[in-house]
């Protein structure tokens, strides 16, 4: 592959029927089948076996590479997110203060930000891009540093190169021949979910009260909380409260006594009709999507209750997303080089009623394929 730069390599399998990831299914029921998905080793890889696969099956796991574990783990301890960093104090990447210096004002794609929408889903990100330097005989991140705390710490080498190499080698192994000469970076996501839909509530409060928009006491702080509530009410809009004009009388109407329990209660029949089933005891973090500007998408990482769905033959079913493995699935991207269908998928927190706080995380690795940006390539 052109932009291919190896440092090291990685995914058997099974037959299953393909279904069709239209509207239609968004009608589905739960089902833990995740058996069904079919496993893949670094042999499969080889033989490109990936392709095969996810024309018959919306996802796969690749397993048995020691790489993945070694990367999740040296991911965590980076970012100060491994048990042993909690026992010695090393301070986490999901301080606000930091989070605030590493964002990129307007891009979405790379830095740190807070990802929230009220009621709805919430989570801390770190993003950044690896892609080929000069010549394609080393590899370069986008940016190249963070800070923490007093200091800038660079993205780990290591990092950058086990993430490019992973999923460098289940593109080529899903691309058609044809396609293989294709320009493309690697986008490394850190997720840290809530493990309770009360942590989404919390995030809501602290927002709401002033406490990061403005003083609480002044009519700034007033308005600047009316303008909060009614942006929460707008996010939260499905089907046609979502149709621009309505999703403006909508938000209002949530605002208004009496009117705003029938708003939000036909609401969240039509949100309940779009999702499908949600199962007993779980709440939604991420609703149904698919994303639309990735190739191919790969997670693993370290979850305490968390539950990340496809939607395959009208269920859902669970990916097994570990330390262990790497859970992949095609984006919509795919489309543009290959007949491969993107697979529709959600993220759920199961939270039972009589569930108590812990100090569990839910922390994911996202490894993702896309377009090499313009500005990149004249690095």
Do not use: C
């Not at 042993?84 to 790379?110: E, K, Q």
């Not at 005989?137 to 660079?154: C, D, I, M, Q, W």
């Not at 509530?229 to 938000?251: E, P, Q, V, W």
């Not at 769905?309 to 080089?337: G, H, K, Y």
């Amino acid at each position: 592959m052109a932009n291919s730069t190896h440092f090291s390599i990685a995914a058997i399998a099974d037959r299953v029927e393909r279904p069709d990831t239209s509207e239609q299914y968004l009608q589905g029921t739960f089902s833990d089948k995740s058996e069904l998905i079919p496993r893949v080793n670094s042999l499969g890889v080889k033989r490109g076996d990936v392709s095969q696969l996810l024309h018959t099956a919306p996802a796969l796991v690749f397993e048995g590479d020691t790489r993945i574990n070694a990367l999740v783990a040296s991911t965590l301890e980076w970012l100060g997110l491994d048990e042993g960093s909690a026992r010695h104090g090393t301070p986490a990447f999901d301080n606000i203060f930091d989070l605030a210096r590493n964002h990129r004002h307007g891009n979405t794609r790379i830095g740190d930000m807070l990802r929230f929408v009220p009621k709805l889903f919430g989570h801390v990100a770190r993003k950044f891009l690896v892609y080929p330097g000069p010549g394609g005989n080393s590899l370069k991140a986008s940016p190249e540093a963070f800070y923490s705390g007093t200091r800038l710490v660079p993205v780990p080498r290591q990092i950058a190169e086990s993430g490019w190499n992973l999923i460098s080698e289940v593109l080529e192994s899903t691309l058609p021949e044809a396609a293989r000469g294709l320009a493309y970076a690697v986008e490394v996501d850190i997720l840290v979910y809530p493990t309770s839909s009360l942590g989404v509530d919390d995030v809501d409060a602290l927002l709401a009260d002033g406490g990061l928009l403005a003083d609480s006491t002044s009519s700034a702080g007033f308005w600047s909380r009316l303008g909060h509530r009614l942006d929460a009410h707008k996010n939260n809009a499905a089907g046609i409260f979502k149709t621009k004009g309505i999703k403006d009388l909508f938000a209002m109407a949530s605002l208004i006594p009496g009117l705003s329990r029938l708003t939000e209660a036909l609401n969240d029949k039509i949100s309940a009709a779009q999702e499908g089933a949600i199962p007993k005891d779980f709440h939604v973090m991420a609703p149904s999507h698919v994303d639309r500007t990735r190739y191919v998408t790969g997670l693993m990482g370290r979850r305490a209750n968390l539950d990340t769905q496809i939607l395959w033959n009208d269920r859902w079913i669970s990916l097994p997303v570990t330390d262990e493995s790497l859970a992949i699935f095609p984006s919509a991207r795919i489309s543009s080089v290959s007949d491969i269908p993107a697979t529709r998928h959600r993220v759920l927190v199961h939270e039972p009623p009589d569930r108590v706080n812990t100090a569990s995380r839910n922390v994911t690795v996202s490894l993702a394929v896309v377009d090499l940006p313009v500005n990149l390539t004249r690095h």
